[in-house]
């Protein structure tokens, strides 16, 4: 793990400031006055967003985080479910770059947030776990609701730290606050570039809380500045040309390599949740590029940002023995690394002396971006033959039967049933920048990378571990994280949509369940129903197993009412079967929650 900042190291302005800001407010409970201090030091530190699941033993954590929604200190998220909550805070900081602290009880409770920590830990994204345990006393004698907390997260958390029991003695709150801020600090990567989740393990002793005083005014604070790429030791190189070269971006790669790709004239090969799908250079149809001898077989090196995962054509480039890989990992210790020989640095730049227009590198960005086109342009053909565009110049026509045949075309156009590659095409054409779109780990996010054109929008998706839990409630955060930015703003709040399959939905059905008091976001979730998991359709597997056993284990065929289940949670439901409902329903979605749902052949 490195060598982590100690808590106790951690005792200087912002601990100072905690102490005196709370001093006179002991309320002579040691569980409520150290989480008052403990969750007022992270606020000081910059953190915005509290998620609570609630619980017996984390009690005095929960009141004083209700009390800093109070005072406008802290947004406030409640979930009954430990794992909808830790997804929760994953797709809040996702979204703002700053740590979200989620709060649990003990127990079971501790377990559920794992799969959000390993997401976290594996993407890099900055999480507080807070989790409230039993004393020394009453751990190791199977007291109730006891387990080994302490060190549960193992090598996934960048910092933990076991906290005793509070007993009400001087120094607490200064012990409260360099916690706090240690927490803060390691999340963010301050002092190590490597941001991820940490873990406080607080234990509580009985009386487990009494009232929280109000706060008088609100508690503010800004993060702490991120280390740079000196704290790895990684350094910023410089590209030479000669080699024939491209740039792949993998997830959360960051607009930076579409930038370099413009400036060292390379083409752009940019996964779609990479936040580099854009720009002159792009590649939309690599997949068929990098398979073919005129072009993949031609790249002698590739310069990678980001975490490639929605293709086996990239692995493969880039663990052949013939290719130079460059990989470009600001942040981080554990780096992106398929044939584990590649050459890790921490940026790169263009050589000053490439002249961009060159016939030299004109023509070798040029041969993949055209040929990318006519590759989309003849798939899109095959995909829908009876995908033509009406003839405009029949509807100028005076001739009844032209106008005739202009009206027909129009209406099959519209009546046009769904397929996949329509529904991404559609999800991305109604998609802006003021607007979020998150994509569920199914087979749609594949569809979606390997056909709609560059577009600079946010989009965000767990390509961590690239699982299908969480869906909603990280969408969630990210919808809400957003729409409070933009009131800060005063900038218009967009539409945050969730294209996701239906296993994906039904998955974390219970994040659709928000807490009470709390604004509900403008979220459209988009889901692929296609009966089970046809993602399993494409795999090997499907030419091998036989069918009654492939179907039971694999395809997990389901019967959900999809539109019941939606009701059930308060949610708007409505269907799509054409292109010209799937257009109409994408183009002005219902006010606060909604799914629409899409069925989709097998």
Do not use: C
């Amino acid at each position: 793990m490195g060598d982590r900042p100690q808590a106790g190291d951690a005792t200087g302005a912002s601990t100072e400031a905690g102490t005196t800001a709370l001093a006179g407010r002991a309320t002579g409970n040691p569980a409520t006055d150290f989480a008052l201090s403990l969750l007022a030091g992270l606020v000081r530190n910059g953190v915005r967003d509290l998620v609570v699941s609630p619980g017996s033993r984390s009690q005095a954590l929960a009141l004083v985080a209700a009390e800093l929604e109070r005072s406008g200190s802290a947004r406030l998220h409640v979930r009954i479910d430990e794992r909808s909550g830790g997804f929760l805070a994953l797709g809040l900081a996702r979204e703002t770059g700053a740590p979200a602290v989620v709060i649990t009880t003990s127990g079971t409770a501790t377990a559920n947030l794992h799969p959000a920590v390993l997401e976290a830990h594996e993407a890099g994204i900055p999480l507080i776990v807070l989790t409230g345990d039993r004393p020394q006393e009453l751990r190791g004698i199977r007291s109730n609701q006891t387990t080994q907390q302490d060190g549960l997260y193992a090598a996934a958390v960048r910092w933990s730290e076991d906290v005793e029991a509070p007993a009400g003695d001087e120094g607490e709150d200064a012990r409260a606050a360099a916690l706090a801020e240690t927490a803060v600090r390691s999340a963010v990567g301050a002092d190590s570039a490597d941001p991820g989740p940490v873990h406080l393990n607080v234990a509580f002793r009985e009386p487990l809380s009494t009232a929280v005083p109000e706060l008088p005014e609100p508690i503010t604070g800004a993060l702490p500045s991120t280390a740079g790429t000196e704290a790895l030791g990684r350094a910023i190189v410089t590209i030479e040309p000669g080699l024939r070269s491209v740039v792949v971006a993998g997830a959360d790669a960051g607009p930076r390599a579409e930038e370099f790709a413009r400036e060292a004239g390379l083409p752009l090969v940019a996964e779609v949740s990479s936040g580099a799908h854009f720009g002159p250079n792009l590649v939309v149809s690599y997949r068929e590029l990098l398979r073919d001898e005129d072009f993949g077989g031609a790249v002698q090196r590739a310069i990678v940002f980001g975490h490639p995962t929605l293709s086996r054509e990239v692995p493969v480039l880039l663990t052949r023995d013939d290719v130079e890989v460059v990989v470009v990992a600001p942040t981080g210790a554990q780096a992106y690394n398929p044939a584990r020989r590649a050459r890790v640095v921490g940026g790169v730049r263009a050589d000053a002396s490439t002249d961009l227009r060159s016939p030299e590198v004109r023509g070798w960005v040029g041969r993949w971006v055209f040929a990318s086109r006519r590759i989309a342009e003849l798939a899109e053909q095959e995909a829908n033959p009876a995908a033509v565009a009406p003839d405009v110049e029949k509807a100028r026509s005076f001739d009844p039967a032209d106008a005739l045949a202009f009206a027909q075309a129009e209406l099959a156009a519209v009546r046009a049933p769904i397929t996949r590659t329509i529904l991404a095409e559609a999800v991305w054409r109604y998609t802006w920048p003021h607007d979020r779109l998150v994509l569920g780990a199914s087979r749609l996010i594949r569809d979606v990378d390997r056909i709609v054109p560059g577009k600079k929008i946010v989009v965000h998706a767990n390509r961590g571990l690239a699982g299908i839990d969480g869906t909603i409630a990280t969408a969630t955060g990210i919808a809400r994280a957003a729409a409070a930015a933009a009131e800060q703003a005063g900038a218009p709040s967009g539409v945050t949509r969730v294209l996701l399959g239906d296993l994906a939905l039904l998955h974390d059905a219970g994040s659709l369940l928000l807490g009470v008091g709390e604004t509900h976001p403008h979220l459209q979730v988009v889901v692929g129903n296609d009966g089970g998991g046809t993602i399993f359709d494409g795999l090997e597997v499907a030419a091998t197993a036989p069918a009654t056993a492939f179907d039971r284990v694999l395809y997990t065929p389901h019967s959900v009412d999809i539109a019941a289940l939606a009701a059930a949670y308060g949610w708007h439901h409505g269907v799509a079967r054409t292109k010209g409902e799937l257009d109409q329903a994408l183009s002005a979605p219902p006010a606060g929650v909604s799914i629409l749902e899409v069925p989709l052949p097998r």
